[in-house]
């Protein structure tokens, strides 16, 4: 019987989930040494009580006569120790991989529609992104049902791919209080983006944001839809990113 693939399978099991694991042992190792310590006070109270049933012992004596009963606690809780500081490690270095994974990949992006635009030219490359985010807010639909009022455009976030209403304006307004804070606080999730322009939040826009390094910066593109109404599709030319609260 081969076992060879067995292992190699196990292995990157252990790999991917190295952190689950080492918080999961951390866990257990937390309460395993609550309870072994217990059970140490225990045993040495009961047999304090015994042996010096009129005397009061000394520091140095209980240390002495009973400090092999929390060797066992002490061992566990050094372990348990060291596998929430591994699998915060681990957990950190994966983060800052990701990271730079993804600030590449949105620089090969960027220079990619830089040629794209110097090959065909830049009203052909507008058109053509004008098309493309018809097409995409076409393919999501629901766009009908928003009422446009006075100075209101039909916005359509290209990262969440929500429809909303508002102005220009107000989105402008927002980008800058949102960069204002990034200079002042260091920086800003991609939620209260969202607040400012009247989307809800959601569970990843509450994980990722801009800092110092990298601050928020749109584009609109305006199209036409298929209904003779026209949309403005934000684009980020700086996409949020993991971990962007790291210097707080």
Same mark, same amino acid.
């Given at each position: ?35 072994l310590t217990g059970r140490a ?93 018809s097409d995409r807010m076409e ?12 100075? !209101? *455009?039909? /916005?359509?976030?290209? @990262? ?11 989105? $402008? %307004? ?42 928020? !910066? *749109?584009? /609109?593109?305006?199209? @036409? ?11 980020? $030319? %700086? ?10």
């Amino acid at each position: 019987m081969n076992i060879g693939p067995f292992f190699k399978t196990a292995q990157k099991f252990v790999i991917d989930n190295s952190p689950g694991i080492l918080t999961g042992f951390g866990v257990a190792g937390a309460i395993t040494s609550a309870v072994l310590t217990g059970r140490a006070a225990f045993r040495v109270g009961l047999d304090v009580s015994e042996r010096y049933d009129e005397e009061t012992p000394t520091g140095k004596e209980l240390v002495k006569n009973y400090y092999k009963e929390f060797i066992p606690p002490a061992v566990v809780l050094a372990g348990t120790v060291v596998c929430i500081v591994g699998a915060t490690t681990v957990s950190s270095r994966r983060t800052a991989a990701m990271t730079a994974a993804f600030k590449l990949s949105e620089e090969l992006a960027d220079g990619y529609k830089k040629k794209v635009a110097e090959t065909i030219g830049a009203q052909k490359h507008e058109k053509m992104q004008a098309e493309l985010a018809s097409d995409r807010m076409e393919k999501l639909g629901g766009y009908e049902n928003f009422i446009i009022v006075g100075s !209101e *455009v039909l /916005f359509f976030d290209s @990262l969440s791919g929500r429809f909303f209403t508002g102005e220009v304006e107000k989105v $402008n %307004k927002a980008v800058n209080e949102i960069n204002a804070q990034v200079n002042r606080y260091y920086c800003a999730s991609l939620s209260e983006f969202y607040y400012k322009i009247g989307l809800d939040s959601t569970e990843f826009s509450d994980s990722v944001g801009w800092n110092t390094d990298e601050l928020l !910066e *749109v584009s /609109f593109t305006a199209t @036409l839809l298929s209904n003779n109404k026209p949309a403005i599709q934000i684009s980020y $030319n %700086k996409n949020p990113i993991r971990g962007y609260d790291r210097c707080m």
